[in-house]
């Protein structure tokens, strides 16, 4: 049978019950339940296509905007911790004492899919690979993060905060949206 689908695909097929679709390293990877014919599963593939083309070409973007440079291994990730807890503590401090806020412990570990964030106790918790992102961008994630203590929401208020503490988040965090991904792939290689 021939594919109608403008992308090629892999499948892994299991014991799962539900069909799930995942972009890694560039391709298509379909997993599947045993009971799903390729007719089917192909059913499937064709009603999402739009959705799995646009995250084809995020995907070779990103790939392409890493190629040449060498992929995290854990000892990076060390350093990089290292470095972030000492560098956004400083940010940290900094707009706490600015907001008169206080804020409880930092916690600075890898994460795949969050940059930072505030818990309800106070604490901070960010990710290390915020490191290898422009000096501009650790402080708005920092700012944002020590605004949550004074607002614990996304309200208009939390935003006037947060814009007065740091007046370039707009386009801070509209890098993160174009690049965040780009670094996240260093480490975890998939962009999903
Ligand atoms: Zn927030």
């Not at 106790?121 to 901070?124: D, T």
């Given at each position: 049978?021939?594919?109608?689908?403008?992308f090629?695909?892999q499948?892994?097929?299991?014991a799962?019950k539900?069909?799930s679709?995942?972009?890694?390293?560039?391709?298509?990877?379909?997993?599947?339940?045993k009971?799903?014919?390729?007719?089917?599963?192909?059913?499937?593939?064709?009603?999402?296509?739009?959705?799995?083309?646009?995250?084809?070409?995020?995907?070779?973007?990103?790939?392409?905007?890493?190629?040449?440079?060498?992929?995290?291994?854990d000892?990076?990730?060390?350093?990089?911790r290292?470095?972030?807890?000492?560098?956004?503590?400083?940010r940290?401090?900094a707009?706490?004492?600015?907001?008169?806020?206080?804020?409880?412990?930092?916690?600075?570990?890898?994460?795949?899919?969050?940059?930072?964030?505030?818990?309800a106790?106070?604490?901070?918790n960010f990710?290390?690979l915020?490191?290898?992102c422009p000096?501009?961008?650790?402080?708005?994630i920092?700012?944002?993060?020590?605004?949550?203590?004074?607002?614990m929401?996304?309200?208009?208020r939390f935003?006037?905060?947060l814009?007065?503490?740091?007046?370039?988040?707009?386009e801070?965090?509209?890098?993160?949206s174009?690049?965040?991904?780009?670094?996240?792939?260093r480490?975890?290689?998939?962009?999903?």
């Open positions: 049978m021939k594919s109608r689908l403008p090629e695909y499948i892994i097929r299991s799962r539900t069909l679709v995942e972009i890694a390293n560039g391709g298509v990877l379909v997993r599947s339940p009971y799903l014919n390729k007719r089917k599963i192909e059913d499937i593939l064709f009603q999402k296509q739009n959705w799995i083309t646009k995250k084809l070409f995020i995907s070779q973007k990103i790939i392409e905007a890493n190629s040449g440079i060498k992929p995290l291994d000892d990076d990730i060390k350093d990089l290292k470095a972030l807890s000492c560098d956004i503590k400083a940290c401090d707009f706490a004492s600015a907001l008169g806020v206080q804020y409880k412990n930092i916690t600075v570990r890898l994460q795949k899919t969050c940059w930072g964030s505030c818990s106790k106070k604490n901070l990710n290390c915020l490191m290898l000096e501009s961008v650790r402080s708005a920092a700012a944002h993060e020590v605004c949550h203590i004074k607002e929401n996304h309200s208009k935003y006037e905060l814009y007065s503490l740091h007046p370039s988040y707009g801070d965090s509209k890098w993160l174009e690049h965040g991904k780009e670094i996240i792939y480490y975890f290689r998939s962009v999903l």
